[in-house]
C-alpha cells in the first residue's frame, strides 16, 4: 500500500507535500485505470454499449440518479453510492463487473482506492492526453528540468542518481544511440583522453552530424511507417519502387527537418502551396500500406482497407490513439466516436486508388509520381515542348489545306482526281470488317478487309503477340474467331453474333498505342439495361490487369469510352450522357485522336456525336503491354460480358475517323450522296464543309504528313514516359470521394455520409484551413495540440531509454499505464513544440535529443542496487541509466563494423543479404557490396523479412508498430553462433588483427574484444581469452581439415600468410565474443 | 519482452521450458510425457479454467478449400440436377467471388465420386478416403461449418487467428501464451509445411505471435538440413569445439555478472546452455532412424521423404510425445477451380493415409485420448461448376463460404459422430452451423481454457482468440 501511494505522489509532482499515506487518490492516478479497465466497456463512451443508461467517465452523469432511482457514484457519501455497494458485492445477479465479463472482482486495494476517492468528493479530472502540456520549468535548461524532475521522484523512494557511466561505456552508448553503429577504437581513445568539460558534449555534436545519424533513425520511422519493398497480403509480390522515400526519410532526419515540416509533408506535402517533388514524394507514407492481387478479390473492400490502415497509421504515429477501435463502434475508452472515426476517414480516402494492385502488369498503382532526375525532367520538357510545335503545325497545315481546297473548289477548279478514287473506294484505314453472317468452314468469321479464302484446309489460330510494338502488320488472315457458345443469329441485315458474355470473339488486331489515332465501329443490341458489361476491349482482364489497355463499356445503362494505363488514377475516360437503348439495333462509333485526353476520345450513337461526361482525364504512361493485345467482343476475364447481346458489322479502324467518316460506317452510301450533292451544287453550307474537312482530313499530303509529325513526336514523348520508375504518392481528386459511416466497420454498409473533421475531445479544426489533408496536418502540428509532441518525444525516449516515459508508446489514451513522470513528458513536450522565442526548441529533433542525452539521468550508469533491479526491472523510475539489448539492425550493423566490413553509402534500392534464401519466403542472396549494406537497407518482404533480422524481433512491417520487443531466447545463439553473416565477419576481424600483431594471438584477440566491447578485457578476462584460444587451437591441431571448413564460409577471402589453425582458432573465440553481453547489449 | 527478473526457475523455463537438469532425450516415454507435464505451468494461466480434455493439438490444415461436396457431404440431389442453374432461392443473393461473379451462367454440378457409409457412426465419405473411412470411428465430422471470408488470404488467416485481417495472434500463440511449454528442449508452438506443393501461399504472420510477445510465435521447422533456421554449426565446427567456445563464453559471462549483477546475464547464459542442448534435440526428433518399420509402413511411403504430408504426420506426433503443445501442419494445394477430380484424387493419396495412421498411432501410444487432431481447409466449395460447364465435362468449384466441413478427432471429441447438416443443395448451413470462432472456443474449450477469459491487453483493449464471439459447441463433446 505504501509502494502505491508513493508511486502516485511521484507522478503527481506533489511530492514536496506527500506525507507517507496521506494523500487521497485522484482521479487521473488511480480511478480511472480502473474504472477504465473494469466498468467502461458497458459504462462508458460507447453509446450502443451502454447499460442501465449509466456513464461513468463523465462526471455528470456519473453521478447522477439513475431510473433506478440509485446514484453510482454520490461524493462525499459513502452509504448512497451504489458503485460500492456493487463491486463489494458478493451476490453474482449484484457484484460488478457481472461474472460474464470474466474480468473477476476488484482487488481489496481498488476498492480502497474507489472508496477514498468517492470520500474526498470524486473529484474528475480532465484525462492528461487530451490537455495541453504545461511548462513548468522556465529557468532551466531542458537537460536540467529532466534531472530535476527525476531527483525529487527518486528521492521520495530515497533513492538518488548512479554515477555517470564509464566514459567508455558512455560512449559506446550515445554512438549506438545517435548512429546506430559502435565507436571506433581512435574514437573511444580520443574521448577518453579528452578532460575538457566539453568533451561530451562535443561527442553529441560530431555524432549528430554524422550522416549515420539519418540511417539510425530513419530505421524507427520504417516500422511506424510500414515501410516494406512487397506489397504483402496473399501474394506478396515485390514492391520496387518504395526506397526513394525510404531516402528521403534520411535525408531529413540528416537535414534535420523541422519536426512539424516532416510531419506536414508526409501527410499533405502535395497539397503544400507549389509542392516541390520531395513534399510530394514524403506523402509515400500514406501508401506504404499492404496492398492485396489475389484474383476474386472485392476491390472495394481493399480499397476500404486501405483507407482504414491510413487512418490507423496516422492514429498511432502522431496521435498516439488507437483510432481502429472506433471502425466498427464508439471507442469503448476513449472519447472518439465511430462517426468521428470516419471523419479522419474522409481526409484519407479522397485519392484516385484501386483497391488491388494489377497481377499482370507491373504498373505502379495511383496516384503516383515519376522518379526524375534534372537530365529526365529536361528531356521530358524538350519532348513536350516538341509535341505542341508539331500540334501547331498540324493546325496551321489543316487550315491551310482547308483554305486552299475551299477557294480551288469556289474558283471552279476540278476535283482532284485521288480524292474521287478514295471516296469511291470505302473507307481508309480499315483494319478488318465483321458482317457475322456466317461462320467459314474453319469455324471463323472472314473480314471483309481480307482476300476471300481459299477453300483449304483451316490453318490454326495465329498466336496472339506479346510485343508492345505499335503497329503489328495484321496477318494475312484476320479472321475472328469464337468458340461454338456464341451462335449466329439473324439479324437487321444478315446474321449478327449472339454473345453468351462467358465467351469472346476474338479478333487479331487492334494494339494501338496511346498516340495512335484510330476508331471502332458497330451495330449492337443490348439483351438489357446492363449495370455492367465490356462491349469490347484490347486488354488482358479486369482489375488483375488494371485494366490495361482500352474498353469500350455499359456502365449502368450509358455508353463508357476509355483508355487505361492503370484503372482508375492513369486513364482518360468519357461517359455518354444518353442512355443506351436496349433490345434494339443501334450503331455506335468510338475514336480516338491519339491526344491521351478526355477531349480526344469521342462516342457516335447511330452516326452522331453524343455529349458525353469526364470521368477521368489523366493518362501519363502507355495502354499496350500487359497481355491481351487484340480486340476481343463480349466478354473479359472476371469481368461482366455482354451476356445475350448482340453484335454485327464490327469494324476496326487504323485512324481516327471524321464525323462524316462514321455517319458513313452507320449510313453507307453518305459520301457518294455528299459528293453527289457537292458535284450537283445542291450541297447545303453544312455539307461543303464536311466535303472540304473530309478533303484536309484525308486527301492531302501536306496535313497527312504534319499529323505523322505529331504522332512520331506523341510516340517520342511516350517513349519517355515509359522510362522512370514511379513511387505511389498521394494526390487528391478534383472532386471530393463522398466518405461514409461503414456499419459495423464493413465495406459494403455504408450508414450517413460524413465530412472531413476531427474529434470533439481534441483541439478544434483551425478556422480558415481547407477540410483536407493539409488543414489537418496544421491542425496537428500547433505547438498547443497536446498529442503530436508527446506522442513523439515520448517515442525518442523510448529510442534511448529501451522504454517510453509513457510505456505503450503506440497508446497514449485512456488505457495507456500513466507515466510515471507526466510532467517530465509534459515539460519536454512543451518545449519540444514551442518556439525558440518562448524557451523551447521549435521543433528541433537533434536539440531535443542532445538535451535528453546531455541529462544526468541518461548519464548514469545502466545498473542499480539489487533491490532497485529487481523492483524496477523497466526502469520507469529513471534511478539507472538505460540498458536493453540492442536492435536488430544494430546487432548485424556491429559486427560488419567490426570486422571492417561494413559498405557505407546512404540510399539506393535495397539489397539482399546472406540469409534471405533461408527467408520463409527465399529470395536468392546478392553478392560483393549488397552483403554488406547496413542493415537499413537490406530487402523486406513482408511476408518473408530476412531471417537474421527478423531472430532479433523486427516486426514484420505488415501494419504500424511504435514499439518493438526485446526477446532473448536460445535462437539468437543459433544466429549469432551458426549464421554466415557472423562467423565470416569473425573470421576477417581475426584475420585483420592477426596480420596488425604478426600473429600473436593474445593481442589480436584483446584488441578485438576491445572493438567488439568498446573497452579493454581485464586480467581475467584475458586468461579467459587465453584459455578459449588454447582449447580451440588444440582442436584445430587434431582437425586440420575443420580449419580450412571454417576459413571457407562467406565470399571475403581469406587473408594469406596466416596458418589456417591459428587463424580458425581465432576466430572461433572471437565468434564466440559476438554472442558476449558486452557486444550485444547496450549498456 | 526481456527476462529481468532474478535467475529463477520460472525465468529460465520461458519458451523453451528448460528444464535445470536437462532431461535427457533418449527412450521417450509416456510417463516422462506425465512427469514433465506435472512440473508444467510456464504460461500466464497459473491452472486451467476448466478440465484438461486434451493437452496437445495436431492440426492438420489443407489449404486451398478442399471440396466438402466430393469429400464428405454428398448430394444426391446435385447429380440429379447436374448441368442445371443454381436456383436463385438457394443463393439469396449471397455474394460470390470475383472469379466466378461474373460468370453469366452458374451451372450445379455433381459429384463424380461414389460414397459410401462406414463404421458405427455411418460417417458417409467418398471412396478416395479408404483409410479415413477404416478409423471414421475416431472421428467427429463437423459438416456445418462456415466462415466470412470468400478468398484464400484472409480465409486462412481468419481460420488460424480468428480476424482476416493479419496481425493477430495465430492459434498455437494463443495457447503459448496461455498454458505455456510441456517440452523440455523443443519449442511449443511448431509449423510444418509440406514441402513442394504448388497452390495458395502461406504466410508467417498465419503463425506469429501479433501483438502477444514474440516468444510465442510459431517455429517453422524446415524440410532441409536445417530444422531450425542455423541450427547446424558452421562447417569446421564440431560438437565438442563448439562446447569448448561456449564453456568460454559461460565464463566470460559469469564474471561480468560478479561485476554487473544483472538478471540480463544470467538469463544470457541459460539461453546458451538451452541452444546447445537444441542443437541435439531438433535433430534427434527429425530423425526416423529409431522408428519401426511397420510404423513407417502404416504412415505410407511418403514418410521417409522429409517434408511430404506423411513424414510431417510421423514428425509430428514424434514432437507430441516429446511435448509440443501445437504443432500446425498445412498441406496446400486443395483450390481447385479446375480439373477437380483428377487433382483431388492426388490429394486424397497424399493425404487420406497419413492422417489415418496418425489417429492410430496416437492410439496406439495412449495419446489419442488427450492429443486434439483437426483436419480442414479455410472454406468449402460451390456447388456450381466454375466457368463453363457441360455434364460429365471437366468440372472446377468456386469458393464457398456458405458451408464446409471439418473433422476433429481424439482430444475430448465425441467419437463416430457426424455433426451438423447442410441443405439437399450442398449451399447453406440448415442445422447446427459451427462457425470459425465456435470452433476456436471449443478447440480452447477441450484444452481447458475458457475462451472468453484467455485475454490480453493490447492498445487498450483486451483481444482474444474469438474476438467478440463463439460458442462452445457442445453437441460434439465426449
Same mark, same amino acid.
Given at each position: ?1083 | ?108 454440378? %455433381?459429384? /463424380? ?7 458405427? $457412426?455411418?460417417?458417409? #465419405?467418398? *471412396?478416395? @478416403? =479408404? ?35 493479419? %496481425?493477430? /495472434? ?7 501464451? $496461455?498454458?505455456?511449454? #510441456?517440452? *523440455?528442449? @523443443? =519449442? ?35 524440410? %532441409? ?254
Amino acid at each position: 500500500m505504501q509502494r502505491v501511494l508513493m508511486s502516485a505522489g511521484a507522478w503527481l509532482g506533489l511530492l514536496a507535500t506527500v506525507a507517507a499515506g496521506g494523500e487521497p487518490p485522484t482521479y487521473n492516478s488511480d480511478i480511472r485505470p480502473i474504472l477504465s479497465e473494469n466498468c467502461f466497456a458497458c459504462h462508458g463512451p460507447d453509446a450502443k454499449a451502454r447499460e442501465a443508461g449509466l456513464r461513468l467517465d463523465i462526471a455528470d452523469q456519473a453521478t447522477a440518479e439513475l431510473e433506478s432511482g440509485l446514484r453510482a457514484i454520490a461524493p462525499g457519501d459513502l452509504d448512497s453510492s451504489e458503485l460500492l455497494a456493487r463491486v463489494s458485492s458478493a451476490d453474482p445477479d449484484l457484484v460488478m463487473p457481472p461474472p460474464e465479463a470474466k474480468l473477476g472482482r476488484l482487488s481489496a486495494e481498488d476498492r480502497e482506492k474507489l472508496t477514498a476517492w468517492i470520500e474526498a468528493g470524486a473529484e474528475y479530472e480532465p484525462h492528461w492526453t487530451f490537455v495541453s502540456p504545461k511548462h513548468a520549468q522556465p529557468t532551466l535548461t531542458p537537460a536540467g528540468s529532466i534531472d530535476a524532475i527525476v531527483a525529487e521522484g527518486l528521492a521520495v523512494r530515497g533513492l538518488t542518481f548512479q554515477p555517470e557511466a564509464e566514459k567508455t561505456t558512455l560512449i559506446r552508448r550515445v554512438s549506438f544511440d545517435l548512429t546506430g553503429l559502435p565507436p571506433s577504437l581512435a574514437e573511444i581513445d580520443a574521448f577518453v583522453a579528452d578532460a575538457s568539460p566539453a568533451a561530451y558534449e562535443n561527442l553529441l555534436d560530431r555524432l549528430l552530424a554524422s550522416p549515420r545519424y539519418g540511417e539510425r533513425m530513419a530505421a524507427d520511422w520504417l516500422d511506424l511507417a510500414r515501410y516494406s519493398d512487397s506489397y504483402g497480403f496473399q501474394v506478396d509480390r515485390e514492391r520496387p519502387y518504395m526506397w526513394p522515400w525510404r531516402d528521403w526519410v534520411i535525408e531529413a532526419f540528416n537535414d534535420n527537418l523541422p519536426w512539424d515540416d516532416f510531419t506536414r509533408w508526409q501527410l499533405a506535402g502535395d497539397l503544400l502551396p507549389n509542392a516541390t517533388a520531395q513534399q510530394r514524394l514524403a506523402t509515400a507514407f500514406n501508401r506504404l500500406h499492404q496492398q492485396e492481387a489475389e484474383g476474386g478479390s472485392v476491390e472495394e473492400e481493399y480499397r476500404v482497407a486501405y483507407v482504414n490502415d491510413r487512418v490507423t497509421t496516422f492514429g498511432t504515429t502522431f496521435l498516439g490513439l488507437t483510432l481502429e477501435c472506433c471502425r466498427c463502434h464508439d471507442h469503448k475508452f476513449d472519447p472518439v466516436s465511430q462517426k468521428e472515426y470516419y471523419q479522419f476517414f474522409a481526409f484519407f480516402d479522397d485519392v484516385d486508388e484501386a483497391g488491388l494492385y494489377s497481377f499482370f502488369t507491373q504498373s505502379t498503382p495511383t496516384p503516383k509520381m515519376p522518379l526524375l532526375d534534372s537530365a529526365a525532367a529536361t528531356a521530358r520538357a524538350a519532348a513536350d515542348a516538341r509535341v505542341v510545335e508539331a500540334e501547331a503545325q498540324l493546325a496551321a497545315r489543316e487550315q491551310q489545306a482547308r483554305q486552299t481546297f475551299a477557294s480551288a473548289f469556289a474558283n471552279g477548279e476540278p476535283i482532284p482526281d485521288a480524292f474521287l478514287t478514295q471516296l469511291a473506294s470505302g473507307l481508309p484505314g480499315e483494319l478488318v470488317h465483321y458482317t457475322f453472317d456466317e461462320r467459314r468452314a474453319d469455324g471463323k468469321f472472314q473480314s471483309l478487309t481480307d482476300p476471300p479464302p481459299e477453300p483449304a484446309e483451316a490453318e490454326p489460330a495465329a498466336e496472339q503477340s506479346e510485343s508492345e510494338e505499335a503497329k503489328p502488320e495484321p496477318p494475312a488472315d484476320r479472321a475472328a474467331t469464337s468458340p461454338s457458345e456464341n451462335t449466329l443469329v439473324a439479324s437487321r441485315d444478315g446474321q449478327a453474333v449472339h454473345l453468351t458474355g462467358d465467351h469472346a470473339v476474338t479478333t487479331p488486331v487492334g494494339n494501338f498505342r496511346r498516340s495512335h489515332p484510330f476508331s471502332v465501329a458497330t451495330w449492337i443490341k443490348p439483351a438489357a439495361v446492363y449495370d455492367r458489361a465490356v462491349v469490347f476491349h484490347r486488354s488482358q482482364a479486369w482489375t488483375d490487369a488494371a485494366s490495361r489497355g482500352y474498353e469500350l463499356l455499359v456502365d449502368r445503362g450509358h455508353l463508357q469510352w476509355s483508355l487505361i494505363h492503370f484503372w482508375p488514377g492513369d486513364a482518360v475516360s468519357v461517359r455518354a450522357a444518353e442512355p443506351l437503348p436496349v433490345d434494339t439495333w443501334t450503331h455506335v462509333c468510338v475514336t480516338s485522336d491519339g491526344s491521351s485526353t478526355a477531349a480526344g476520345l469521342k462516342i457516335f450513337i447511330n452516326g452522331r456525336p453524343v455529349a458525353t461526361e469526364i470521368i477521368r482525364d489523366r493518362l501519363t504512361r502507355e495502354m499496350t503491354g500487359g497481355g491481351g493485345d487484340t480486340i476481343r467482343i463480349g466478354e473479359r476475364m472476371r469481368d461482366n460480358g455482354f451476356k445475350e447481346g448482340e453484335v454485327d458489322e464490327f469494324r476496326v479502324f487504323d485512324r481516327m475517323l471524321l464525323p462524316i467518316e462514321v455517319r458513313e460506317t452507320f449510313a453507307p452510301g453518305t459520301l457518294s450522296e455528299l459528293h453527289a450533292g457537292v458535284a450537283a451544287g445542291t450541297a447545303t453550307p453544312a455539307d461543303l464543309e464536311a466535303f472540304v474537312s473530309l478533303y484536309a482530313g484525308t486527301a492531302d499530303a501536306a496535313v497527312a504528313e504534319a499529323r505523322a509529325a505529331v504522332e512520331a513526336a506523341r510516340l517520342a514523348r511516350d517513349d519517355l514516359a515509359e522510362k522512370p520508375a514511379e513511387v505511389m504518392v498521394m494526390r487528391d481528386m478534383d472532386r471530393p470521394k463522398v466518405a461514409y459511416v461503414l456499419e459495423r466497420g464493413d465495406y459494403d454498409k455504408r450508414g450517413a455520409a460524413v465530412s472531413p473533421g476531427t474529434p470533439a475531445v481534441l483541439p478544434p479544426f483551425p478556422e480558415g484551413q481547407p477540410r483536407n489533408r493539409l488543414g489537418l496536418a496544421r491542425w496537428l502540428t500547433d505547438p498547443e495540440h497536446p498529442l503530436l509532441a508527446r506522442v513523439t518525444v515520448n517515442r525518442i525516449w523510448q529510442s534511448l531509454f529501451g522504454i517510453g516515459l509513457v510505456p505503450s508508446s503506440e497508446d497514449l489514451g485512456s488505457q495507456a499505464k500513466p507515466a510515471e513522470y507526466p510532467q517530465l513528458l509534459d515539460e519536454l513536450a512543451w518545449r519540444f513544440s514551442h518556439p525558440a522565442a518562448d524557451g523551447g526548441l521549435d521543433w528541433n529533433l537533434k536539440e531535443l535529443i542532445k538535451q535528453i542525452m546531455l541529462s544526468k539521468t541518461y548519464r548514469q550508469r545502466s545498473i542499480a542496487d539489487a533491490r532497485t533491479m529487481a523492483d524496477d526491472p523497466q526502469n520507469m523510475w529513471l534511478a539507472r541509466g538505460p540498458r536493453h539489448r540492442l536492435p536488430a539492425e544494430m546487432i548485424r550493423d556491429n559486427a560488419l563494423a567490426a570486422a571492417g566490413l561494413l559498405v557505407e553509402r546512404i540510399g539506393g534500392p535495397p539489397v539482399k543479404t546472406y540469409d534471405l534464401p533461408d527467408s520463409f519466403k527465399p529470395t536468392a542472396a546478392g553478392s560483393g557490396e549488397d552483403l554488406f549494406r547496413r542493415s537499413l537497407y537490406t530487402f523486406w518482404r513482408r511476408t518473408g523479412p530476412g531471417p537474421v533480422l527478423e531472430a532479433f524481433d523486427v516486426p514484420n512491417r505488415v501494419v504500424c508498430v511504435a514499439k518493438r520487443d526485446t526477446t532473448n531466447t536460445p535462437l539468437h545463439a543459433f544466429v549469432l553462433l551458426n549464421a554466415t553473416q557472423f562467423v565470416e565477419a569473425s573470421r576477417v576481424l581475426a584475420q585483420e588483427k592477426l596480420l596488425q600483431h604478426e600473429a600473436a594471438p593474445q593481442p589480436a584477440l584483446e584488441e578485438s574484444f576491445h572493438v567488439l566491447t568498446s573497452r579493454l578485457p581485464d586480467e581475467e578476462e584475458q586468461a579467459i581469452l587465453a584459455s578459449m584460444y588454447a582449447a580451440q587451437r588444440a582442436w584445430y591441431q587434431q582437425h586440420p581439415e575443420a580449419a580450412d571448413e571454417l576459413l571457407g564460409v562467406g565470399e571475403t577471402p581469406r587473408a594469406e600468410g596466416l596458418a589456417a589453425i591459428d587463424l580458425a582458432a581465432a576466430t572461433s573465440v572471437i565468434n564466440a565474443l559476438m554472442n558476449y553481453d558486452g557486444c550485444v547489449v547496450k549498456r | 519482452m526481456s527476462i529481468t527478473s532474478p535467475l529463477s526457475r520460472r525465468s529460465l523455463l520461458g519458451h523453451f521450458g528448460l528444464s535445470a537438469g536437462g532431461i535427457g532425450l533418449g527412450g521417450l516415454a509416456l510417463a516422462s510425457l506425465l512427469q514433465r507435464e506435472a512440473s508444467a505451468g510456464t504460461g500466464v494461466l497459473a491452472e486451467p479454467h476448466l478440465p484438461v480434455k486434451a493437452k496437445r493439438v495436431i492440426y492438420l490444415f489443407q489449404s486451398g478449400g478442399p471440396s466438402q461436396l466430393d469429400l464428405f457431404d454428398d448430394k444426391p440431389k446435385l447429380r440429379e440436377m447436374d448441368g442445371q442453374q443454381l436456383p436463385d432461392s438457394v443463393r439469396a443473393g449471397q455474394r460470390l467471388t470475383g472469379m466466378s461473379g461474373n460468370q453469366s451462367s452458374i451451372p450445379l454440378v %455433381g459429384s /463424380p465420386f461414389t460414397f459410401t457409409k462406414h463404421g458405427e $457412426g455411418g460417417a458417409t #465419405l467418398c *471412396d478416395q @478416403l =479408404p483409410n479415413t473411412a477404416r478409423v471414421a470411428d475416431k472421428i467427429c465430422f463437423i459438416r456445418s461449418m462456415y466462415t466470412e471470408s470468400i478468398n484464400h488470404g484472409p480465409g486462412v488467416t481468419f481460420m488460424q487467428s480468428g480476424s482476416q485481417i493479419p %496481425g493477430r /495472434p495465430s492459434i498455437g500463440a494463443w495457447l503459448d501464451y $496461455g498454458l505455456g511449454s #510441456l517440452a *523440455d528442449d @523443443l =519449442p511449443s508452438f511448431v509449423v510444418l509445411v509440406t514441402k513442394d506443393k504448388g497452390g495458395q501461399p502461406l504466410m508467417s504472420h498465419l503463425w506469429g505471435a501479433g501483438f502477444l510477445p514474440p516468444k510465442h510465435q510459431g517455429v517453422r521447422f524446415r524440410s %532441409g538440413a536445417e530444422p531450425v533456421l542455423s541450427i547446424n554449426n558452421p562447417p569446421g565446427v564440431s560438437r565438442e569445439s563448439r562446447r569448448a567456445v561456449l564453456d568460454g563464453l559461460r565464463q566470460l559471462h559469469e564474471h561480468e555478472f560478479a561485476q554487473l549483477p544483472d538478471s540480463e546475464i544470467t538469463a544470457r547464459i541459460a539461453n546458451y546452455e538451452m541452444a546447445y542442448r537444441m542443437q541435439a534435440s531438433v535433430p534427434e526428433v527429425t530423425d526416423f532412424s529409431d522408428e519401426p518399420q511397420h510404423v513407417l509402413d502404416a504412415y505410407g511411403p511418403d514418410a521417409q521423404k522429409p517434408g511430404s504430408f506423411a513424414a510431417n504426420c510421423l514428425l509430428a506426433r514424434r514432437l507430441a510425445e516429446r511435448g509440443v503443445r501445437f504443432i500446425q501442419l498445412y498441406h496446400p494445394g486443395w483450390d481447385h477451380h479446375g480439373g477437380l477430380k483428377g487433382a483431388l484424387t492426388r490429394q486424397c493419396q497424399e493425404t487420406d493415409k497419413p492422417s489415418a495412421a496418425l489417429l492410430d498411432d496416437l492410439a496406439d501410444r495412449g495419446m489419442l485420448d488427450d492429443t486434439l487432431v483437426v483436419w480442414g481447409g479455410e472454406f468449402g466449395r460451390t456447388n456450381y461448376g466454375q466457368g463453363h460447364y457441360a455434364p460429365g465435362s471437366n468440372f472446377g468449384r468456386d469458393h464457398h463460404p456458405r458451408c464446409f466441413t471439418m473433422w476433429l478427432a481424439g482430444g475430448g471429441v465425441k467419437p463416430a459422430t457426424t455433426w451438423g447438416e447442410t441443405c439437399e443443395f450442398g449451399y447453406n448451413v440448415v442445422k447446427d452451423g459451427v462457425h470459425v470462432h465456435d470452433l476456436h472456443a471449443t478447440m480452447l474449450h477441450l484444452l481447458g481454457i475458457d475462451h472468453e477469459r484467455l485475454t490480453y491487453k493490447f492498445q487498450g483493449r483486451r483481444y482474444r482468440l474469438t474476438d467478440v464471439h463463439g460458442r462452445v459447441v457442445n453437441g460434439i463433446l465426449a
